[in-house]
């Protein structure tokens, strides 16, 4: 375990319900991301937080809308999906960078959605 | 375009074996990380190589970095069935954020029993 739990690991949703998915990290991290993994395509980045701030908004559609209260919880509120919206939601942190060569980033297990 | 790319996408190969990957990319890196990821997991770090070095071990791990060439290599010596998994390198562009690294498509690796 990487100290970054997801929750709920599955979701299955109709276009017209509204859903959260929560990312808790445990290890003092100040930055979390939301990424999406959709089959045979690279991790996309979606939303960037760093010490609560939204620090990066990759051109999300606004049906995803992302909430971090503190530097531990992260967000991600879902509300008239698509179905090619289903996808593995990646939750990630890491730590105040000591110089960019200690950036690397611990993920959570994920959420598997899908959107009927 | 992505930045990082991995060749193969896909590989299989006998336990024992040796298994290469590689990485290629396209901007100035501050460093290159190869991380792993099980089927329908999250993903977890492996090594992070930084521009200015050229080869690091991590047990059967070795990771080369050119960056005259613009990529990197991962080599799994003596491979194992629960090697199986998929591979990715990201890469931390200069000219981007600390915060952000751009990760590839990624290698399947199948290590046969």
């Known amino acids: 375990e990487t100290g970054v739990t997801q929750t709920p690991r599955h979701l299955v949703m109709g276009m017209t319900n509204k859903k959260s998915l929560k990312c808790e990290q445990h290890l003092g991290h100040n930055a979390m991301y939301w990424y999406k993994q959709s089959a045979k395509k690279p991790l996309e980045l979606m939303f960037v937080?760093?010490?609560?701030?939204?620090?990066e908004n990759n051109s999300v559609p606004s049906r995803f809308s992302p909430e971090c209260p503190n530097s531990s919880h992260l967000f991600l509120h879902l509300h008239t999906l698509q179905p090619e919206d289903s996808a593995l939601y990646l939750c990630a942190s890491s730590p105040y960078p000591r110089g960019r060569q200690y950036n690397e980033q611990f993920f959570g297990p994920g959420t598997r959605l899908t959107v009927l | 375009s992505q930045q990082g790319e991995e060749d193969p996408q896909a590989l299989s190969i006998q336990e024992g074996e040796n298994a290469t990957m590689n990485c290629s990319y396209k901007?100035?890196?501050?460093?290159l990380q190869w991380y792993r990821q099980n089927s329908g997991r999250g993903l977890v770090h492996l090594i992070l190589?930084?521009?200015?070095?050229r080869e690091k071990h991590s047990g059967r791990l070795r990771v080369t970095l050119d960056t005259s060439k613009k990529s990197s290599s991962l080599l799994i010596t003596a491979s194992r069935a629960a090697d199986t998994a998929s591979y990715f390198c990201?890469?931390?562009?200069?000219?981007?954020?600390?915060?952000?690294?751009?990760f590839g498509s990624g290698t399947q690796l199948t290590v046969l029993p």
């Open positions: 901007t100035s890196i501050n460093n």
């Open positions: 937080y760093n010490f609560k701030e939204q620090t």
């Open positions: 990201a890469t931390d562009s200069l000219s981007g954020s600390a915060r952000q690294l751009t």
């Open positions: 190589i930084r521009s200015n070095e």
